[in-house]
C-alpha cells in the first residue's frame, strides 16, 4: 500500500510539475496585437532620462548655487479609447537635490519603468546665496519614442535639455 501511494504521489507531481511548466511558458509570449506591450517576466525594464540644463536671470547671466529640486515622477499612456488621456496612470517621489554650478549648469540622470510619458516635476529654490529671485517650477516630458541604445531589459536613454530663466523679486518682497 505504501510503494503504492509513493508511486501515485510521485506521478502526480510529475503531472503537476509539466503543466505548470508549459503555462509558464506560455504566459511569456509576446501580445502579438499590442506591439508597443511591455512584457514584465523576470526582471524589470529600464531606461535612463536625463536633464541638463543651465539656470540665468533674465539678462542671460549664468546664477550659481540656485537649488533645483527633482521632487517626483508621472507616468502617463498615449491617449487611447479606454482611458482619459493627460490623466497621469501613476507617480512617485524621487526627491533628488542638486544645485547648479559656476556657470549655471547643472544635470540629473533618473532610471525609471518606460511607459509612454514621464514627467520629471522640477522645483527651483533661490536660496539665501540668491534671495533676489523668485522660486520656480517646471515639468520636463519625455516620451518614450525618443528613447536610443536600448537592448534587453534597457530600454534605452534620452536627454532633455532646459533653460531657466529666474525672474527678479519685486522691490519690497525682499527688504
Not at 548655487?65 to 496612470?89: A, C, H, K, L, W
Not at 501613476?90 to 540629473?108: A, I, M, Q, R
Request: some cysteine; overall charge negative.
Amino acid at each position: 500500500m505504501k510503494t503504492l501511494h509513493y508511486r501515485w504521489n510521485r506521478s502526480l507531481n510529475w503531472i503537476l510539475t509539466t503543466l505548470l511548466g508549459f503555462l509558464g511558458f506560455s504566459s511569456c509570449e509576446d501580445n502579438g496585437d499590442d506591439p508597443g506591450n511591455i512584457i514584465c517576466m523576470y526582471g524589470t525594464p529600464t531606461a535612463s532620462y536625463t536633464i541638463k540644463g543651465k539656470v540665468t536671470d533674465q539678462a542671460g547671466q549664468a546664477l550659481s548655487d540656485i537649488q533645483i529640486i527633482v521632487s517626483d515622477m508621472e507616468f502617463s499612456y498615449e491617449p487611447r479609447p479606454d482611458f482619459i488621456p493627460d490623466t497621469p496612470y501613476g507617480s512617485h517621489p524621487v526627491n533628488d537635490t542638486l544645485y547648479s554650478g559656476k556657470e549655471g549648469e547643472f544635470e540629473t540622470r533618473q532610471a525609471a519603468f518606460p511607459i509612454d510619458t514621464v514627467k520629471y516635476n522640477l522645483k527651483i529654490n533661490p536660496d539665501e546665496n540668491n534671495p533676489y529671485y523668485q522660486a520656480d517650477s517646471l515639468k520636463v516630458t519625455f516620451l518614450r519614442k525618443d528613447l536610443q541604445g536600448g537592448e534587453g531589459w534597457n530600454r534605452g536613454n534620452t536627454t532633455q535639455e532646459v533653460k531657466i530663466i529666474l525672474t527678479p523679486q519685486k522691490e519690497e518682497d525682499h527688504e
